[in-house]
């Protein structure tokens, strides 16, 4: 299925394409203080509606997840990374997707706090 989703603003917009089965909540220092709701799909999955300038970028601890960001509205609609199969991923905040039932997605806890 194809999903479109953007910051508040709509200066970050894009399409994703798959099957959203879960989502993970992350309880580290970020994640937690965004609320984010992360659905992971291989990066060639996402494709920017926007050119990719427009998204800021934010990097800490290890500086291995791109986490973007609208530098206007401040929300965070996805973020950058790579498995450990080593394969780009992209991390989609489902919360930015439109048409989306958060309450029909199951939610998997996920202790990033302690890595």
Known sequence: ???Q???????VAFDVEGEIKGALACNCSICQ???SLLWFVPKAEL??????????????????????????????????????????VAAINIR???GIDLDTIPVQHYNGRDI
């Not at 509606?49 to 970028?57: K, N």
């Open 96 to 98: 930015c997707l439109e």
């Open 33 to 35: 203080r965004k609320g």
């Open 47 to 88: 494709h920017l509606r926007t050119p990719d300038e427009a998204a800021s970028t934010y990097t800490f601890n290890k500086h291995v997840i791109k986490h973007r960001f609208c530098p206007v509205c401040g929300i965070h609609p996805y973020g950058e990374g790579v498995d450990p199969q080593g394969n780009e």
């Open 1 to 3: 299925m194809k999903y």
């Open 5 to 11: 989703g953007s910051c508040h603003c709509g200066r």
